[in-house]
T-cell receptor, first 113, second 112 residues
Framework: AQTVTQSQPEMSVQEAETVTLSCTYD???????LFWYKQPPSRQMILVIR??????QNATENRFSVNFQKAAKSFSLKISDSQLGDAAMYFC??????????FGKGTKLSVKP | DAMVIQNPRYQVTQFGKPVTLSCSQT?????MYWYQQKSSQAPKLLFH???????NEADTPDNFQSRRPNTSFCFLDIRSPGLGDAAMYLC???????????FGPGTRLLVL
């Protein structure tokens, strides 16, 4: 069975600094997708970034980028120039082709002014 | 704006009293999902509809049912809520199974 592990229950970053959230996963599949979702307090979950496993190039969305290491089954999220609005719970998720989303337990990110 | 809407945002029910949570979407997506998210935990998929085809997760309790009368609406029915069913219930939609899922704001259920 596929599993997703986020080893950092909580992280903290100073405003304008950079922070990296870790995620590892376990799968025997070769075709799959990885996601980072952001869930602010009392607000809905939104997609931050998506990575297709067949793509070697790391996905980037503005201040958000990933370090995808397929052999190591690692998928970390880097947030550059952190802003107060980045404070949220971040979930790493895995989905195999035609499969359901499997979420990690989340990392709670705090941003200090 | 196209979106996923959940009503109500907060729902209080009594132990054993049936309750229905509602989800609607203006995205015209084919797939609608229901997740249960307990405090400080990851969302857990209960079931999903692909058009009218219902797909139940193996470990979803029989107490949980769902209806999708049309493309836009999907309901979660909890027949006899227990204290352990108190959670945030998230609805999500996607155009296809392999497409990105878009989440609603959730309904927080409290069971007294």
């Amino acid at each position: 069975a596929q599993t997703v592990t986020q080893s950092q229950p909580e992280m903290s970053v100073q405003e304008a600094e950079t922070v990296t959230l870790s995620c590892t996963y376990d799968t025997s599949e070769s075709d799959y997708y990885l996601f980072w979702y952001k869930q602010p307090p009392s607000r809905q979950m939104i997609l931050v970034i998506r990575q297709e496993a067949y793509k070697q190039q790391n996905a980037t969305e503005n201040r958000f980028s990933v370090n995808f290491q397929k052999a190591a089954k690692s998928f970390s999220l880097k947030i550059s120039d952190s802003q107060l609005g980045d404070a949220a719970m971040y979930f790493c998720a895995y989905r195999r082709s035609q499969g359901n989303l499997i979420f990690g337990k989340g990392t709670k990110l705090s941003v200090k002014p | 704006d196209a979106m996923v809407i959940q009503n109500p945002r907060y729902q209080v029910t009594q132990f054993g009293k049936p309750v229905t949570l509602s989800c609607s979407q203006t995205l015209n997506h084919n797939v609608m999902y229901w997740y249960q998210q307990k405090s400080s935990q990851a969302p857990k998929l209960l079931f999903h509809y692909y058009d009218k085809d219902f797909n139940n997760e193996a470990d979803t309790p029989d107490n949980f049912q769902s209806r999708r009368p049309n493309t836009s609406f999907c309901f979660l029915d909890i027949r006899s809520p227990g204290l352990g069913d108190a959670a945030m219930y998230l609805c999500a939609t996607s155009r296809g199974i392999e497409e990105t899922q878009y989440f609603g704001p959730g309904t927080r259920l409290l069971v007294l």
